[in-house]
């Protein structure tokens, strides 16, 4: 038996339920984890609260990082190899959980398991929005709200070290300090400055060929009023809440598109390539050394307890 949060009903964190629960021997194509971190997600919240609506009763968390502990057929993972997920199915707030072999990958020496566990989900995020969604080049001009989160401090230093000039936005001076460190070249505070006048500003007048938007209902008419004649809005997160039901003659009017990027959109289970698109997603983010520095220290050594606080 080990212990594990479970939710019976969409809600608060009163939801969250630790409970001790039996998890059996691995089936083929299966291994055992057990987790030695866990991340937690902004994410963790949509489900918690039914925001993402979930079959309950259900298991909650998405990332982890740990050693194998037992293996079934078919598998070429061996007991004791480290490996981390983030998209292999929910349940990770557990001390260990059975996940595809395939959608695990091996920790790479000289990253240890809480680095893992903070950085996958969030790099593999990064990752597909700056190399798929909207392919930056060196040269061009960004916009990307909430600077300063987990996913903004990554995509900062990856801009950055292509040549991107990274526009940013935050919520207080502090964070604005903490996005600058983390490669942005322009930020903007939305509570004290005028988001759009400020980034016709910096781009003379052009606007943005693309906005990268997680924050949702309080941001996104501000990110169409920012791009360019056939930018792209890219909406990645709710943070704030779900925006409004779209008018599509307003995209019309305003001559820019919307995509929304769900990371199970990049990286799905049940593409026929699925194995090889993360590894590529996760060895790019591997090879891209920065996305390992100054990361937040999340929940440590496994514990179920700990990482029932999202």
Known sequence: MVQAVRI?????????????????????????????AIGLNFIDTYHRSGLYPLALPTGIGLEGAGDVQAVGEGVSLKVGDRVAYCSAGLGAYAQAINLPASRLVKIPEGIDYEQAAASLLKGQTTEYLI???YPLRSGETCLFHAAAGGVG???GQWAASIGVTAIGTVGSEEKAVQARAHGYAHVINYNT????????????????PVVYDGVGKDTFEMSLDCLRPRGLMVSFGNASGAPDPLNLQV?????????????????????????????????????W??????????????????????
């Not at 995209?251 to 959109?265: E, F, I, Q, R, T």
């Open 251 to 287: 995209l019309a009017n305003k001559g820019v598109v919307v995509h929304h990027a769900s990371h199970d959109g990049y990286v799905h289970p049940h593409h026929r390539r699925a194995a090889a698109i993360l590894e590529r997603s996760v060895h790019t983010c591997i090879e």
């Open 153 to 155: 401090l990554l995509f």
């Open 193 to 208: 400055e005028d988001v759009v006048q400020r980034v016709l500003e910096i781009t003379a007048g052009q606007k943005v």
């Open 131 to 133: 190399q798929r969604t």
């Open 8 to 36: 019976y009903k969409a809600g608060g964190p009163e939801v969250m339920q630790l409970e001790e629960v039996e998890v059996g021997a691995p089936g083929p194509g299966m291994v055992t984890v057990a987790n030695r």
């Open 289 to 310: 050394r920065g996305a390992y520095r100054n990361q937040p220290t999340l929940c440590a050594g496994g514990c179920a307890a700990g990482a029932s606080r999202p």
